[in-house]
């Protein structure tokens, strides 16, 4: 490795998951499993993937952690919060992801992973319902004990750095163009004055983790960290913000398919996606009000990668619809299905069908694997505010749109400035960065 | 336009198609139809793509006709060769492909490209018969045959270039690693001595329009370029050759996709393709020996993608089939069925199946009209033997294996090489190029 | 044929048709097309099918028309309301379901097919609006004027009988549990009270009807005749009424696949449907009120054909959905898709999923013809009331619920029940009726 | 129970398979386990149909134990023959068909089940090797040794009656129509000159199973018990036969399918079916003379559901095509991929595709059930040679062609035919049996 100016991974790193459901209990085991080398951390980049440094002579191919100074899997330290009670490795078995005996070769290190009360309010997620939940007079009091967590587990795990990272539910849908998420001072005012109907509780989660400077993570399409009051929270405390939306199924897809399509100047007249999943995700996302704020972080994904400005003729007039269908005979076996209607040479139609039988916990484990790693790396880096170079891992990758910034969707591209930005951090010089 | 060594595209450019069939109709068509503004050659790189050129401040979006001379529409005079003697209106009548009214505009226009006889050999595609072909006594007369039209053609039309692009159907498989494939002369040698079953006709009409100072294009899985004594006649004809094998529609979406598991670092197990066409392409290749051909091509594509020796855990054991059927209902409406079993997390499968119902005449049209601009560009530009830049368009691009070259199928990866290609024809600089 | 108590087919029979779109029109094109020997009335079961009459040795097999008296092809004359004025012929131009080439043949006896103005309330289908619209002071003035265009049609062709038959679009949803539908005198004083929102246009068109001595289909899945004080019209008039909802693409396949299932005792977990169609129909279904009509005619098709009360392991526990969008790229082609959840021995689950690419006016149309030869059949033969008969055509079959009656849903018992009715209505012998 | 003719069940049943895989092991597997009320038999027509008996007020609904004496599943004693030794436990495990928590329940007696020695000829099936092989000098002892077994089997498991069941691989085609299959004589000539060409090892086991007075069904597609010399022995001993081929994935669905299109009178241009799956059969089947054995069987399908001469106008113009594909990814769960290309009025063309993601075994396993308690049922019966009922479990049902019998091929039909019989053995009166 070469000399760089970032910080070395020394110590251990706490990994702290809100939400020890179906996702982060995947990941917790995975990570667990494969420091063990009982299983294969597969779709990690962190983990597997090689790229080039150097040029003409000078080029090889390396891991990302023979480039920069990465936290090592040993060094992982995991804590969470639940509305739920249950540890877990008890969570791992009523998720039915994994199987059984890819669960109990670390039972007894999954079963010390106790959620702490979670903060929680019943209004933005009105399908869930739990008793492992803090009790505070206001937003501020409920973000003061996060905090206080956060410290908490810190210093009883001797942690040398934090991550915290949402793996929880998606809540209804918070527009992020209040005048009271503006400032970093109206939003304080607001937590005290328990503006419960603009705070929402991930708002809470986001503010003590960067308070606590720790990075901070949106998996769930929620804007908690979409606002300029949190920007100003992470330039104040110089972290890292990510966010949002873990790209997992029929968006992973889309974001590699419709580069095929734009790559070759073929035109397209509609793009229809429906899913059915039958886990809590789904069941939450039954509800309009939530199904709204999934729906916002899906739907922006295909006009900045076929783009109507720039193509007229082949994308001025494109019907994008998306679906979500709580179906509970699939549980966490999301089934994405997606009608594309192309048309080639004089306008002739064509349709191309997918139909993506995936598995929503498999999928999102690696993200949350490289999301933390890559976070605590760039906080090392002193990159703080929003990261635009792990847009490769989100669905509504952030923004700075008060600058003009627009979010780059297209997988292809959000890889190239991953690259970039990991050869930056290795001392080495970056590519052109999209074209 | 930077001023760059590339010669100016003046003058008439003579298009010579062998085959008068679905493809080169639909192309003659859109492109006759496209210059009176009634249809839109969509799909075609020249027509559409914008590419960057130039960094930084200088950064700007150009068409490929404003960084590089191309011919224009304008410019184009077909002729065509073919087993049957219909003109060019009545086989895109009878091909079925386009409607009456996207065809009746230019229907004068389509009435006079009559096909000239054409050089066959019924050995070489036992399903079809056809009366207008050329009688020769050994393959080197077949040749100076093809030669003579070249060259009657070039006269009476007043063009100042020509290129021969193949769009006829694929022949039995000819292994490429003969002796007599070795050297010029050899081959030479082989078709004075009338060797059938080493010299395909392909290679005739090869050899005749290298001859003639013409590119030519391997549009079917014919290895007809694909040999050293091809290359050597390229070379002292200063022509560029370019094949193989159109990439139309489960071999496009193939070279799209497969790119998308490599770059999240998913697994593969196995991918299985089938086909149903019921078009002459579809007919001639129920034949074993023809289909042979057609599948040597389409394996190649994911291991060169996919690659087991970078990333044994995750393309170590990847088991992969491409079936096509022949089945009449379909006509030229061909429809593909992609399986593909990758896995995810701690080795979790998980499926995608994708099912294209394309057309694929529709699809291959705007190939043929790049392929053609861009072998003249290369020959104005001096760039002759094997075009790399082309193997974006190819199902199985040339690559000079005796040099321990690789074929790159990986769609972007493509590109990347096209626009870098573009740019440097230019006067641009290129960018790094593959990575 | 033998000698029966049916009426013989004498004289002109007038087909008005309710709503001149693209079911409407596909059907008169095709009717008038197959009348000149150029077009194959293919769907139809009264011009195609074959049953069994007799037994043993006198078994033969029959077209319906060799064992009833059924109208002729010839004899049909077509009337049609319409909120738009274009005639037939502009109509099936717009409505781009049939080749110019399969509508042209016929064109001047399309262009004499003009809508008369129709009976229209905006509130019903909020989504729509039109200009030839009868101007009336109340529901009972509505009703008699469609009276008047009935009787004035009718004198005007010179037809000897009339079938209403209603190929408009889904109205809003209206229980048919209100009291005032329960006895014909409330119904009746309800359209002079003009109460718009218990008596929707359709009502007027069916009480229209009836009155005149026609019999009255609903092809929508409005619940204008499942009434109780419609049923009482039709036996004072001693009339035939039929309904509802054509049943065209994801219901025929549903009550043709549910009967697989059954048949071979597999279990059932989950039924997912949805249909994406761009016509006018899926513009008014995108509205939730006139959805809600449509949804609860569809849901009913499962429970009836794998009841949960026979067989409780196997369809104990069935979660359905359906749902319908608006996708305007496919205009009339609709596509359904289909995801059935299965388990076999042990409870091992499997999963079928149909996609169905199929054009809703071509599936729909020999269902109109066929319901309209067979009401008046039905009328000759002195059948009136309810036509359970005619559930076969129909995607939620009327029945009389006061009497108990449970609706058939299954595609091959409401074959046999069809089959029954030809035959007693022949002279010969039914066989048993469902097992 | 009605008194009827047919001899009660009295004792246990020995049902003995040939081959101890996936589909035998499944079927042990399910049984013994809902013998323990641990699973339920899904897919048995035995344990679960419920048909109507008697007419008007008498018409009752019943499971075929409450119609006639069926063997009842405590019973049933299971014997094996395998070219592998591993027993029924470990054969399980290996087949990974089931979760080891619903195999080790029994493990004790499956462990018990342990296989004979095979008779094998590797000639018959190449991509097989196998050591557990009885060594004979030609098929006449071969045949013996395997009497020997059903007789030892018998005595030491003391039970009344025995079936024996094929559950092995596909065999080479075996064309019926050699004269040496033609009689008794012939064939018991040609087994004891050692005519390994003209008999395979299945007529080995037929000729033993039927001569010890056991019923003998053929599960795979060979030709086994489709001769006249075999129908004499069945004559001759008053045994049951049935075949051939379980119908499970695909063929199931086409033969409920197919009557769907066929009773709506819609067109049918081609049908195109193809199939991919990774276990033993599988591999058999990529083997081109094993693969004729089952195209035989699955193309014949269609033609006799869908008449041609019947319906000229539908049906006179239907390509057909099946393909089997070795996929090792997939194992057990094979994957069929059916495009159906229907026309409706006019000649309108729509498609419509299935996607069945089956599991082979889980489908067979309740077919075996069923076929050897009611081929033991029919031999109490004194039916004896072919047995048509039983066409409702079978792909290629079996049917006298020297009498001008025609296979039925509809599910629906075959239902009836079942159903009938069922009634017929019972004491009830059949009704009319298709039409």
Known sequence: MKLTNVKPADGKLGIMVVGCGAVATTFMTGVLMARK????PVGSMTQYDKIRVGKGNDKKYLHYSDIVPLAKLNDIVFGTWDIYPQNAYQSAIYAEVLKEKDINPVREELEKIVPMKAAFDHNYAKRLDGDNVKDCKNRWEMMEGIRKDIRDFKAKNNCSRIVVIWAASTEIYVPEYEPIH?????????????????????????????SEEAPFIMGAPNTTVDIPAMWELAEKTKMPIAGKDFKTGQT??????????????????????????GNR???????????????????????????????PDLYGNVYHKVRINYYPPRNDNKEGWDNIDIFGW?????????NFLCRD???????????????????????????RFLSF????????YTKGEEAVNNL??????LKNAIREMGGYEADQEVD
Chains 1, 2, 3, 4 share one sequence.
């Open 393 to 400: 891992f989100l669905k509504s990758p952030m923004h700075d």
């Open 182 to 210: 503006g400032t970093l001072a109206s939003l304080e005012k607001a937590m005290k004055d328990d503006d419960r109907e603009h705070i929402a509780p991930s708002m809470c989660y986001a503010y003590a983790a960067l």
């Open 252 to 277: 992973l897809v889309k974001s590699g398919f419709a580069p095929i399509i734009g790559t070759r100047c073929l035109g397209l007249n509609g793009w229809f996606s429906t899913n059915i999943l």
């Open 281 to 311: 995700d789904g069941l939450v996302l039954d509800e309009p009000a939530n199904f709204r704020t999934k729906e916002v972080s899906k739907l922006s994904t295909l006009e900045t990668i076929l783009k109507s400005d720039d193509q």
């Open 412 to 417: 292809f591209e959000q890889y190239t400035i």
């Open 361 to 387: 916990s498999i999928l999102a484990a690696p993200l949350l694997l490289d999301l933390t790693l890559l976070s605590d790396l760039a906080a090392r880096a002193g990159k703080f505010g929003i990261q």
């Open 346 to 354: 004089m306008g002739y139609p064509m349709q191309i069908k997918i």
């Open 37 to 40: 080398g009982l299983a294969k």
